[in-house]
């Protein structure tokens, strides 16, 4: 499986190896675990206890499926905590629904990237803490909330109100346009990881085929390279833009 980190079979592409802390392909098709493919050992496990129970997501072709209380907890190490971060996504949003990306709590709803926020019209948000935050439009330049994968890339650099301001996400190799920004406090503490849940507050409802988490902001170049290699990647599962 690692093959995946250095050279995407029979395509030649990479992913971006500096800062790589965790990566998730959901090419596993069944069981309890998604293996990293960072090559770094974050096994992550499907719902709130290592055997089936109500709050697994479900595997279909193209990788998981949440609704209701659905999440996959990716665990507590401190190297998926950094202050500076970018997180990259290939999701199918259900319209019109909430869906965190990526959470950094196991109790609270920040830090966390939502897909489609529980508020402000399911628009996208970087939320760190209760007052600071930043919107992105949903439909300006790509309408991300239209029922179909899109490839979503998140970036902060750091966790001070301050960053806010230079947060940014970019969907489909194109930059999505700030809505509204909020900065009067700081981002509150990391301390856990899940996918599709932002704590015990909002879950998501959609679907997932590829997360990845870096320790830093990714250029310009290396969100499209890692477009790129989550294309190929995902080749004969899902189609991306």
Same mark, same amino acid.
């Given at each position: 499986m690692s093959i995946l980190?250095? &050279?995407?079979?029979?395509?030649?592409? %990479? &992913?971006? !190896? +500096?800062?790589?802390?965790?990566? *998730? !392909? /959901?090419?596993?098709? $069944?069981? %309890?675990?998604?293996?990293?493919? $960072?090559?770094?050992?974050?096994?992550?496990?499907?719902? $709130?206890?290592?055997?089936?129970?109500t709050n697994d997501p479900q595997w279909n072709a193209a990788g998981l499926a949440y609704t209701t209380d659905d999440f996959v907890e990716c665990g507590t190490a401190a190297a998926l905590h950094g202050d500076a971060w970018t997180v990259c996504a290939a999701v199918k949003m259900t319209p019109a629904q909430t869906m965190p990306v990526l959470g950094w709590s196991s109790s609270s709803h920040v830090p966390a990237v939502f897909g489609a926020?529980?508020? +402000?019209?399911?628009?996208?948000?970087?939320?760190?803490?209760?007052?600071? /935050?930043? *919107?992105?439009?949903?439909?300006?330049?790509?309408?991300?909330g239209d029922g179909n994968?899109? /490839?979503?890339? /998140?970036?902060?650099?750091?966790?001070?109100? !301050?960053?806010?301001?230079?947060?940014?996400?970019?969907?489909?190799? %194109?930059?999505?346009?700030?809505? $509204?920004?909020?900065?009067? %406090?700081?981002? !509150?503490?990391?301390?856990?990881c899940q996918l599709g849940a932002a704590g015990t507050v909002y879950f998501g409802e959609g679907e997932t085929a590829f997360v990845s988490l870096h320790s830093r902001v990714l250029a310009g170049a290396e969100k499209e390279q890692m477009r790129e290699f989550a294309r190929a990647t995902l080749e004969g599962r899902v189609t991306l833009p």
């Open positions: 980190l250095l &050279a995407r079979r029979d395509s030649g592409l %990479q &992913a971006v !190896a +500096n800062g790589l802390e965790v990566m *998730y !392909a /959901f090419d596993e098709g $069944s069981g %309890q675990t998604l293996t990293d493919l $960072s090559g770094n050992g974050h096994t992550a496990t499907l719902g $709130s206890t290592a055997g089936a129970d926020a529980p508020f +402000n019209g399911n628009r996208p948000l970087v939320w760190l803490a209760a007052n600071c /935050f930043r *919107y992105f439009e949903k439909n300006n330049p790509v309408d991300v994968w899109h /490839f979503l890339v /998140f970036t902060c650099p750091g966790n001070a109100a !301050a960053d806010i301001l230079t947060s940014d996400l970019v969907v489909d190799g %194109q930059t999505q346009v700030v809505n $509204s920004t909020t900065n009067t %406090q700081a981002g !509150a503490a990391k301390a856990a």
